[in-house]
Structures are given as structure tokens and as C-alpha cells.
């Protein structure tokens, strides 16, 4: 719970700031961009799963930490 | 007892970087187009993996004046992911490299002083492997990381400005703050580096764990054989 409290304003104010650069992008039409991309394709998925792919590294390296964390704790490293 | 918070600011840092890294605005650019986007995870890479070999710099240093091993340990384990970022970067860059300026490897002199700074840091960690004695590797090897930090800096971010080179910030290139960079892409940028350095130190720190983990069993085992 104290995590949280901690990093809670953080997210919050970055999420903040991002909405409001969204609202103001100026769009120049000669330069190729994915734009087509955003409007129907499905990019969407692609993000969701690499943010997948990432929560799971992240999982895993918070399990190698409770891991070491946990041979400390009885080789009694403070 | 252990910090947390850092580590899940770091995770949380991470995701914000993955979905308005790939979804947010970003400039209009000719040549570059959607490639853009590597700015957060190939040059905030480079940026972090420099903070990182700075910390192990600093590392070293507090090592000479106060000849205790712990720093030495830290110094080495945060010049190993500063140099697993290294390889990443360049990797990385050769991949994007490919499809902007056609070329996996052009003979950019930045992306040969990066090469070349790679192999000085690889040579840390041989001369680190190459003794026997504790104390004496841990000291020669704090030197050896002392003079290597000073040489990469100009290698990578000095040397390349001075000549011609494809990176922004170099021979009649605008450097990247004057022109390319907008807000859009600050806004996820300064994040990225923060959580790619945070990533590293997670990494850093584990490794410095296990390594205390095994000297204490070392000097367990020592004292457990000595009556026989």
C-alpha cells in the first residue's frame, strides 16, 4: 500500500500531462505515417501484447527478487 | 530493510513507456516516419546505459578511498549492465540504421567510438577475470574503470560532433533538442530513460546480491574445513 501511495501522483500526473498532448497534435498528411494504422487497424493488439510480453519479464524478475531475498533472509544478509 | 517502491516505479515506468511510446503523437518527419519511435528505447538506451557506467565510475572511486570490496562489487555489476546496454544499443541501432540510412553498420565515426568503447569495457572485465588476489584485482581493476569512463565520453559524445556523422548533433546535423525533439516526444522520453536506468540498477543489484551470497558462502565453507 505504501508502494503505491508512492508512485499513485506519479502515474497520475504523467497520464495527466500525455491526455494533454494528445488533444494538440498537428497532423501533416505528406509524410507516410501508420495514421491509416490507428484509425481501424488493429495496432491496438500488437501493444497489448508486448505489453504482455513485458508484465511477464516484469512478474519474473520480481520472483528472482523475492528469490535472492529469500537466501538472504537465511544466510541472515540484513 | 530492502526499497520496493523504485523497482514497481520502474515497472510502471516501463508500461507508460510501451503504450505512449507506440500509440502517443510524434512529429511528422520525412525519412525516419513512424522509426521516430526508437528515440525511446534505442537513444534512451544509450543515454541510461552512460548514466549507468557513470555510477559504476563513481563506484570505483569511493572503492579507492575507502578500500572496501562492497563498492568494488557494485562498480563491477553496474559496468556489466551498463555494457549489456551497450550491446542492446548497438543492436538495436544497427536494426534501425538498416532501413533509415541503408546501412546495418555505416562507418559513422559515433557508431565506431561506441564499438570501440564496448571493447574498453570488455577489457575491464578481462582484466577483472585475470587475478587471483581480491585486493589486487578490485584496486588495478578501479583504476582501469576510472580511466575507461573518461575515455568513452569523448569516444561517443565528443569525438562524433567534431567530424561528420549521421547522429543528430553532428557535422551540420541539428542536434537533437533543436529541432527533432518536440514535447510529444520529451513527455515520453525523460520517462524512458528513467525507467531503462532503473531497469539496469535492478539488474545491478541483483547480481550484486547473489555475489555476496556466494562470499559468504566461500568464508562459511573456509571456516567449516579449517579444523580438518
Request: aromatic share 12%; net charge positive; charged share 20%.
Amino acid at each position: 500500500m505504501n508502494i503505491m501511495k508512492k508512485v499513485f501522483p506519479l502515474l497520475l500526473s504523467l497520464l495527466i500531462l500525455s491526455i494533454n498532448t494528445i488533444a494538440q497534435t498537428t497532423v501533416d498528411t505528406t509524410v507516410p505515417m501508420a495514421d491509416k494504422l490507428r484509425e481501424d487497424g488493429k495496432i491496438w493488439v500488437v501493444v497489448v501484447v508486448i505489453a504482455v510480453v513485458f508484465a511477464g519479464i516484469a512478474i519474473n524478475m520480481l520472483r528472482l527478487e523475492s528469490k535472492v531475498g529469500k537466501i538472504e533472509k537465511e544466510l541472515k544478509i540484513k | 530493510m530492502r526499497k520496493m517502491w523504485w523497482k514497481i516505479l520502474c515497472i510502471a515506468l516501463l508500461f507508460y513507456v510501451i503504450f505512449m511510446g507506440l500509440m502517443g503523437p510524434v512529429p511528422h518527419l520525412p525519412i525516419l516516419n513512424e522509426s521516430i519511435r526508437n528515440t525511446y528505447f534505442h537513444v534512451a538506451l544509450w543515454l541510461a546505459m552512460t548514466t549507468l557506467l557513470f555510477a559504476s565510475m563513481v563506484y570505483s572511486l569511493m572503492y579507492l578511498r575507502s578500500s572496501n570490496p562492497k563498492h568494488d562489487d557494485i562498480a563491477s555489476e553496474l559496468a556489466k549492465s551498463g555494457l549489456f546496454y551497450g550491446i542492446l544499443g548497438c543492436l538495436s541501432g544497427s536494426v534501425w540504421a538498416n532501413f533509415t540510412w541503408g546501412d546495418p553498420w555505416p562507418n559513422d565515426p559515433k557508431l565506431n567510438g561506441a564499438a570501440v568503447g564496448i571493447l574498453i569495457y570488455l577489457a575491464y572485465l578481462l582484466l577483472r577475470s585475470s587475478f587471483e588476489d581480491e585486493q589486487r584485482r578490485a584496486r588495478i581493476a578501479s583504476v582501469y574503470n576510472v580511466f575507461a569512463f573518461a575515455v568513452f565520453v569523448p569516444l561517443i559524445y565528443i569525438l562524433p560532433r567534431l567530424t561528420d556523422s549521421l547522429h543528430p548533433g553532428s557535422g551540420g546535423n541539428s542536434t537533437f533538442g533543436s529541432y527533432d525533439m518536440n514535447n510529444d516526444l520529451r513527455m515520453v522520453f525523460y520517462p524512458a530513460i528513467i525507467g531503462w536506468i532503473l531497469l539496469g540498477l535492478w539488474f545491478a543489484e541483483l547480481r550484486v546480491r547473489i555475489k555476496r551470497i556466494n562470499r559468504l558462502r566461500e568464508e562459511e565453507f573456509i571456516q567449516t574445513s579449517k579444523p580438518l
